[in-house]
């Protein structure tokens, strides 16, 4: 998924759908191609913030509860690229502050299951939720 990130913020970069003024502010960009670099490396800490908790939780639960995370999380995929992203005439373009948001939302809902595993809580219905 990182590997196609630099094309995609090129791409994105190029039609971002910007925030709200006070997350534009939140950057402290000038311009909108600051915001573009600004969102663009708050997403790539999301993402690896997300990737960090994926794989630790994927640590602590057996074959069949990865088996139906794994599912959840292309699913979410799916939902986050179906609401961050867009094509029109103009071609492909992401709206990097809605990617930052799903991105750290999802982070938030893996660190919550992991602590339900940990807990011995763990329940395969809930790591199949894209929320």
Same mark, same amino acid.
């Given at each position: 998924m990182r590997g196609h990130l630099p094309v995609a913020v090129l791409v994105a970069g190029l039609a971002l759908h910007l925030g709200?003024?006070? @997350?534009?502010a939140d950057c402290g960009a000038k311009n909108e191609f600051e915001?573009?670099?600004?969102? @663009?490396?708050?997403?790539?800490?999301?993402?690896?913030?997300? !990737?960090?908790?994926?794989?630790? *939780?994927?640590? $602590?639960?057996? @074959?069949?509860? $990865?088996?139906? *995370?794994?599912?959840?999380? *292309? @699913?979410?995929?799916?939902?986050? !690229?179906?609401?961050?992203?867009?094509?029109?005439?103009?071609?492909y373009s992401v709206d990097l502050s809605c990617a930052v948001d799903f991105t750290d939302t999802r982070t938030k809902f893996l660190q919550d299951r992991q602590a339900e595993c940990e807990a011995g809580q763990c329940d395969l219905t809930k790591l199949a939720e894209v929320e």
């Open positions: 709200s003024g006070a @997350a534009q915001d573009v670099y600004c969102y @663009a490396k708050q997403y790539i800490a999301s993402d690896d913030a997300l !990737n960090a908790a994926y794989k630790t *939780l994927t640590g $602590k639960v057996d @074959a069949d509860a $990865k088996a139906v *995370l794994k599912k959840g999380q *292309l @699913a979410w995929i799916k939902k986050r !690229n179906a609401e961050c992203g867009s094509t029109d005439s103009d071609g």
